[in-house]
Every structure is written in structure tokens, then in C-alpha cells.
């Protein structure tokens, strides 16, 4: 945990963002804007040819930032999933849209969690945002990080810390609004929070779990923001 810590610390980990929309995309920016190099991965090949001609697409993004970054090589994207192997930090930021029964439909954080599994590195922090119910991390993130013999806590890390986006919000934007993490273990959530605190300004509260029961006191955190 210290040499991933460290890594926080000095700027140094490379952080993988898996899904570059409304949610990924400024995420990615203020990642890169702290300092991180970071790598964007979308199974979209035009949104990472944008992203690497230094296009936006995205509202809540200033176009001559996503710009600077992109030249200064703070911040590109890529299709080839195989890149994880070099990623510190992932975070999972892919959509859940309804299905016919008006219930997330998951399969993309399957598919996202299925590559990490693949070609993740050992001791990599891996972050679920992607807006699913609590339990998630634990149902479905979890048991397919740990096929092998992998352990949360030990081998890895893992947390939920949910997308609170509020696009055309002019109060509330990625780098301020309060973010809530959980890690399946008491090190998941201190290497979580450090990596959030480290890129953004709006604080982050730490709960003890991933799991529904424990977020229950939060639902209303931070004046009125949403969950």
C-alpha cells in the first residue's frame, strides 16, 4: 500500500480512465490537470481520436484545457485495453443504461471489470463510479478481481465511490462537488480517498463499506448535493 501511496503522493502513478463520456471524460481532465499522467479507454474509437486531436465533446469541459493536456502528453486515449498493464489507478466510469425492466444493466461494468482482471497490475488501486446500486463493487467488481486467488486489500484494491455529475451544473462541477468513497477494506478505502483528494477540491468522505446499509446516513450530504 505505501509504494502505491507514494505513487499518489508524488504524482507518479498513471491513472486509467475506462469510459469516456459525461462522466469519464472531465474526470480524466482534472486527473491530468493534478499532474497525473493519465490514459482515457473507451471501446469508442472516435471518441479517442478526439480526445487525441484534442476535441472535446463534452459540456462541463473548457476545450482549451482537454487541448493544453493533450500536448503536453498529460492526458491521451486508447482503444487497446491491454494498456491497463501499465495503469496504478483505474477508475471505472462506463454507462449502465435501463434495461426493459428499468433496472441498470451491468454488463459493461462486467466487461470493463473482465479486462482489468486480464491485464491489471499487482497492486493497482481499481475505483467503480459507473452508477449502479452499492452492492455492486462487492456482487459483481469483486469476486471477478479475485478469480485466482486475488485478495481485495491485499493484492489489489477496490472501491466505490459513485458519479455525482450534475451536467450544466454552474455550481457543481467534477472538481468540487463532495465525493464519497467506500473500499472493500479499511486500506482500499485510505488509497481511494488519497487518489480523490489528490485531483479534487470538494472533500471526500469516507465510508467504512461499499455495501447499501453503511451509505444510508450520506444520501443527503453536502447542500443538497446528489448522490
Known amino acids: 500500500m505505501k509504494k502505491l501511496l507514494d505513487k499518489i503522493e508524488n504524482k507518479n502513478a498513471l491513472v486509467g480512465i475506462i469510459g469516456l463520456g459525461y462522466v469519464g471524460l472531465p474526470l480524466a481532465v482534472e486527473s491530468a490537470k493534478s499532474g497525473f499522467k493519465t490514459l482515457g479507454f473507451d471501446i469508442q474509437k472516435s471518441k479517442t481520436a478526439m480526445v487525441n486531436r484534442g476535441e472535446n465533446y463534452v459540456g462541463d469541459i473548457v476545450s482549451e484545457e482537454l487541448g493544453e493536456l493533450v500536448k503536453k502528453e498529460k492526458l491521451s486515449a486508447t482503444a487497446d485495453y491491454s494498456e491497463i498493464k501499465n495503469c496504478d489507478i483505474i477508475i471505472i466510469c462506463v454507462p449502465t443504461p435501463l434495461d426493459k425492466y428499468m433496472q441498470p444493466d451491468n454488463q459493461y461494468i462486467v466487461n470493463s471489470t473482465l479486462e482489468i482482471a486480464k491485464y491489471r497490475k499487482e497492486s493497482s488501486l481499481v475505483v467503480l463510479e459507473s452508477t449502479t446500486y452499492p452492492g455492486a463493487t462487492e456482487e459483481i467488481v469483486k469476486p471477478i478481481l479475485e478469480n485466482g486467488g486475488y485478495l481485495a486489500g491485499k493484492d489489489f484494491f477496490l472501491a466505490f465511490s459513485p458519479e455525482r455529475i450534475d451536467p450544466g451544473n454552474a455550481t457543481y462541477k467534477t472538481k468540487n462537488t463532495p465525493k464519497i468513497v467506500g473500499g472493500s477494506t479499511k486500506d482500499c478505502g485510505v488509497v481511494a ?22 451509505w444510508k446516513n450520506f444520501l443527503k450530504i453536502s447542500s443538497g448535493s446528489l448522490i
Open 193 to 214: 480517498a488519497a487518489f480523490y483528494n489528490s485531483i479534487l477540491s470538494g472533500g471526500v468522505h469516507v465510508v467504512t463499506s461499499p455495501k447499501l446499509p453503511r
